[in-house]
């Protein structure tokens, strides 16, 4: 018979183990990993080993990080772990380290990027290192380790295992539980590859990714146009706001400057009236008194005729 063929592509973020996850399902040193936050992938590397019968096909990337940048940027990523296998990826690995948090960067990138392919549909969670929650053996085999479903738990973490339908293996890393872990563990990982399968119509390839991605990519320029339109009028009509200020500025300076000629004039002719009240008022009073000594006058004058 023929030997099964399986492609399996890892992704996740930085310092989630995805290089020693590799070497796990391969169960040999093939990939390098490291501990810690800093990258040691630093491109796309393929492997292939036979295990359980089965010839498997691991594919590292690159870790979801800041120094990324934009989500296009770890989008490129998966496209080219995807260009890899030509016959296409029976199955994506998200690893998620079980004792570090589920950050808001990580929830971020997945926000976009569930928007951005049906990739999931292929997909499911494998959370490493459960060793760091001190968990048993057996609990590692059943279910999520309980510290990661309580209410807790992030709500973009329940979304992501929604996305997956509920898809996951929860393993040690490193191969130190007994002889039987690595087989039971790859038991369950190919079980949930053969459940994909099941439910997917075959491989998802790199020309499925495109397509969505260029719809993502179109999607982006058109919200980067919009909002290059948007902040375009924006400043439009901050430029008319300040006209328009200005306009009103310029008319209250007019109105107070035509306020203070008009009460400058009235103060002005105020100031002349009094003036010329004085005037008369003066001119009155000298008249009065003219009368008053021409009165006085004649008055001598006929005296003296009297006495004559």
Not at 72 to 94: K, M, P, R, W, Y
């Amino acid at each position: 018979m023929e030997t099964e063929k399986l492609n399996i592509l890892i992704i996740g973020s930085t310092g989630n183990g995805k290089s020693t996850l590799g070497n796990f399902m391969l169960n040999a040193e093939m990939f390098q990993s490291g501990p810690g936050m800093i990258a040691v992938t630093a491109e796309v590397t393929k492997e292939t080993r036979t295990i359980q019968g089965v010839d498997l096909t691991v594919i590292d990337t690159v870790g979801f990080s800041d120094d990324l940048g934009p989500l296009e940027n770890h989008l490129e990523q998966i496209s080219q772990a995807l260009d890899v296998c030509t016959g296409g990826i029976n199955a994506v690995v998200f690893a998620i380290k079980a004792s570090e948090r589920f950050t808001t960067a990580i929830s971020d990138v997945l926000t976009e990027m569930y928007q951005t392919s049906d990739l999931w549909d292929h997909c499911f969670v494998v959370f490493t290192n459960a060793k760091g929650l001190g968990n048993t053996d057996a609990e590692q085999t059943s279910k999520v380790p309980k510290q990661l479903t309580d209410e807790r738990c992030p709500e973009s973490l329940k979304t992501l295992l929604d996305k997956v339908q509920q898809r996951y293996v929860v393993v040690e890393s490193k191969d130190d539980m007994g002889d039987n872990y690595h087989a039971t563990k790859m038991s369950q990982i190919f079980q949930m590859v053969n459940n994909i399968k099941q439910h997917t119509p075959g491989p998802y390839t790199n020309r499925s990714f495109q397509l969505a991605f260029s719809k993502y990519k179109d999607a982006k320029e058109k919200e980067r146009t919009k909002e290059i339109q948007q902040q375009e009028q924006q400043r439009l009509l901050e430029e008319q706001k300040k006209q328009l200020e200005q306009q009103q500025k310029q008319l209250e300076e007019e109105r107070q400057r035509r306020e203070e000629e008009q009460k400058r004039q009235e103060e002005e002719l105020q100031r002349k009236l009094e003036g010329e009240i004085r005037r008369t008022a003066e001119l009155q009073r000298q008249r009065e008194e003219e009368e008053r000594r021409r009165r006085r006058k004649r008055k001598r004058s006929s005296n003296k005729c009297v006495i004559s």
